[in-house]
């Protein structure tokens, strides 16, 4: 009888340790995914930020480059789709790497304007779109770093037993911009 | 071109006649120290002598074993004060060759380096802006420093300077008497320039684990934890040789940029000094650690000496160099 005790108490008390190491698994997991939403959400306001840029810019662009008309569309293009409500992660990520190209084809562009390089307007304007793509890297860098504390504890074990019960899946990682790739001075892209 | 050799170049042609000048300055300063010892040394020996002779008199013995002896009392607290006036002689002689030395041969050296900067042998880093970087969690007791150079490197404004903190510790015996002992805070260099990216917060980056308070000490003394976060970057090189705190992990980031960073790696390696940055108030703040005392000219012997002075202009170059080494110049941003 008291062995039957014994084995019953062990057992439950295995039990009653797994079931509290699972939820506290579960909430550090939850705690994680948490800080890497809200990283996201940070690189996602700093997107926000350079699309409001983007009208002042083309604006006052347009007078000088008459013959560049095509980049200053696509860029305006990509900003009125970014404006649209409800777009998912993925999609908010496609268009912020797709702003990426036009706007490095836009400053490309510029150096074949002198009196456009020379424009105070356009320099102040150019300084806050530097400022925000400095800012733009760090958020997505932070993001990716929480992503990767996020995507530890759900693929390496044991935490991914729990967290395949709940049901936590690994996060994508934002790919890294050419500048931010390549460890380019971006005060050559303006100043070569 | 190397550098070296433009420093050659200077010193033979500006340096040398000035090394030679203050030279014969030392050499002066030093036959003066010589004589005002020498008197103070007579003066002293006779007022010893006329002290025992005095208590002779009055007590019949050169040093009575009952009576309170007031002729040797008075005679010992002439002696202390010959010393102390002697030594202040001594003292006010070599300061002023120092300082004579400093603005001749380290001025000139700070133009040389760069002619837009600006030098002060009696100046130091004000503490209130030693305090504002937190890069120490104690407060100093005692503060002081000279050799202030300040002025505007390409488009950054620099200062520094060398700076002495102590800090007053109560050691209590076994009786319960309680003693006091300075221990070091800092000596060395303290740099202050204007960073070239607008932040918020408050950020840190130690080449040591730096001290933290514990729970209970920012509960019990009410200290708070200015280092904030542990900031983990993406590179691997640089969380193995820095330890980064802040107050916003974003916001760490965009200071600390992929190619800041490597610039920090080259700039640690270079000093391979103990270094400590804050980043506060729209500035950046940077310790480097020395433990002997800079920009000081020889006393004992010669100070036409081509090593010592080349020693004088690297630990300048070092620390304005810091504007080329972090890219300070660079002003792409809104803050220009």
């Given at each position: 009888?008291?062995?039957?005790?014994?084995?019953?108490?062990?057992?439950?008390?295995?039990?009653?340790?797994?079931?509290?190491?699972?939820?506290?698994?579960?909430?550090?997991?939850?705690?994680?995914?948490?800080?890497?939403?809200?990283?996201?959400?940070?690189?996602?306001?700093?997107?926000?930020?350079?699309?409001?840029?983007?009208?002042?810019?083309?604006?006052?662009?347009?007078?000088?480059?008459?013959?560049?008309?095509?980049?200053?569309?696509?860029?305006?293009?990509?900003?009125?789709?970014?404006?649209?409500?409800?777009?998912?992660?993925?999609?908010?990520?496609?268009?912020?790497?797709?702003?990426?190209?036009?706007?490095?084809?836009?400053?490309?562009?510029?150096?074949?304007?002198?009196?456009?390089?020379?424009?105070?307007?356009?320099?102040?304007?150019?300084?806050?779109?530097?400022?925000?793509?400095?800012?733009?890297?760090?958020?997505?860098?932070?993001?990716?770093?929480?992503?990767?504390?996020?995507?530890?504890?759900?693929?390496?074990?044991?935490?991914?037993?729990?967290?395949?019960?709940?049901?936590?899946?690994?996060?994508?990682?934002?790919?890294?911009?050419?500048?931010?790739?390549?460890?380019?001075?971006?005060?050559?892209?303006?100043?070569? | 071109?190397?550098?070296?050799?433009?420093?050659?170049?200077?010193?033979?042609?500006?340096?040398?006649?000035?090394?030679?000048?203050?030279?014969?300055?030392?050499?002066?300063?030093?036959?003066?120290?010589?004589?005002?010892?020498?008197?103070?040394?007579?003066?002293?020996?006779?007022?010893?002598?006329?002290?025992?002779?005095?208590?002779?008199?009055?007590?019949?013995?050169?040093?009575?074993?009952?009576?309170?002896?007031?002729?040797?009392?008075?005679?010992?607290?002439?002696?202390?004060?010959?010393?102390?006036?002697?030594r202040k002689?001594?003292k006010k002689?070599k300061g002023s060759f120092v300082g004579?030395f400093k603005g001749?041969?380290i001025?000139?050296?700070?133009?040389?380096?760069?002619?837009?900067?600006?030098y002060d042998p009696y100046k130091m880093i004000p503490e209130r802006d030693f305090l504002r970087s937190?890069l120490f969690?104690r407060k100093p007791d005692s503060y002081n420093g000279d050799d202030f150079v300040s002025?505007?490197?390409?488009?950054?404004?620099?200062e520094f300077s060398e700076v002495h903190a102590k800090y007053l510790i109560?050691?209590?015996?076994?009786?319960?008497?309680?003693?006091d002992r300075w221990e070091k805070l800092f000596d060395g260099l303290i740099f202050k320039?204007?960073?070239?990216?607008?932040?918020?917060?408050?950020?840190?980056?130690?080449?040591?684990?730096?001290?933290?308070?514990?729970?209970?000490?920012?509960?019990?003394?009410?200290?708070?934890?200015?280092?904030?976060?542990?900031?983990?970057?993406?590179?691997?090189?640089?969380?193995?040789?820095?330890?980064?705190?802040?107050?916003?992990?974003?916001?760490?980031?965009?200071?600390?940029?992929?190619?800041?960073?490597?610039?920090?790696?080259?700039?640690?390696?270079?000093?391979?000094?103990?270094?400590r940055?804050?980043?506060?108030?729209?500035?950046?703040y940077v310790a480097i650690p020395y433990k002997r005392n800079l920009f000081e000219p020889?006393y004992?012997?010669?100070?036409?000496?081509?090593?010592?002075?080349?020693?004088?202009?690297?630990d300048?170059?070092?620390v304005?160099?810091?504007?080329?080494?972090?890219?300070?110049?660079?002003?792409?941003?809104?803050?220009?």
């Open positions: 009888m008291n062995t039957t005790v014994t084995i019953i108490v062990t057992i439950a008390s295995i039990l009653l340790l797994l079931l509290m190491w699972g939820v506290r698994t579960s909430n550090k997991l939850i705690r994680l995914r948490n800080q890497a939403d809200n990283a996201f959400a940070g690189v996602g306001a700093y997107l926000k930020k350079r699309y409001d840029l983007i009208p002042n810019l083309v604006a006052a662009a347009q007078e000088y480059m008459g013959h560049e008309k095509e980049v200053l569309t696509k860029v305006t293009a990509l900003r009125s789709e970014a404006e649209k409500p409800n777009l998912s992660n993925e999609e908010q990520i496609v268009l912020g790497n797709k702003m990426n190209d036009a706007l490095r084809s836009f400053q490309v562009a510029v150096e074949n304007y002198p009196q456009l390089k020379a424009d105070t307007h356009i320099m102040q304007l150019q300084a806050a779109l530097n400022e925000v793509e400095e800012q733009l890297s760090a958020a997505r860098r932070t993001y990716n770093a929480a992503a990767m504390k996020y995507n530890n504890g759900v693929q390496l074990f044991p935490s991914s037993i729990i967290a395949g019960i709940v049901g936590f899946r690994p996060k994508s990682y934002l790919d890294a911009v050419g500048a931010e790739r390549d460890n380019v001075d971006v005060k050559n892209l303006f100043r070569r | 071109m190397d550098s070296s050799i433009n420093f050659d170049a200077f010193y033979n042609r500006e340096l040398l006649p000035l090394l030679t000048e203050a030279d014969r300055l030392r050499r002066q300063t030093r036959a003066k120290n010589r004589g005002i010892s020498l008197k103070y040394f007579v003066i002293t020996a006779v007022v010893i002598a006329v002290g025992f002779l005095i208590n002779r008199i009055v007590y019949g013995t050169w040093v009575h074993d009952e009576k309170a002896n007031v002729p040797l009392i008075i005679m010992v607290m002439a002696v202390s004060g010959l010393i102390f006036f002697c002689a001594i002689n004579q001749d041969i001025e000139k050296i700070v133009h040389f380096v760069d002619d837009n900067l600006s937190k969690r002025g505007t490197v390409g488009k950054t404004y620099i109560q050691d209590q015996d076994e009786d319960g008497n309680s003693r320039a204007d960073f070239n990216k607008h932040f918020n917060g408050e950020y840190f980056i130690f080449t040591e684990k730096p001290s933290r308070p514990s729970r209970l000490e920012r509960l019990i003394n009410r200290e708070e934890d200015r280092l904030k976060e542990k900031i983990e970057t993406e590179d691997r090189e640089f969380n193995r040789q820095f330890y980064v705190y802040g107050t916003d992990q974003v916001e760490a980031r965009y200071i600390l940029s992929a190619s800041f960073m490597r610039r920090l790696l080259d700039f640690k390696q270079k000093t391979d000094k103990k270094i940055l804050s980043f506060i108030g729209s500035a950046i020889r004992r012997s010669s100070v036409v000496d081509k090593e010592d002075t080349a020693e004088f202009y690297y300048l170059r070092t304005i160099d810091i504007v080329k080494e972090l890219d300070l110049n660079t002003r792409i941003w809104s803050k220009q």
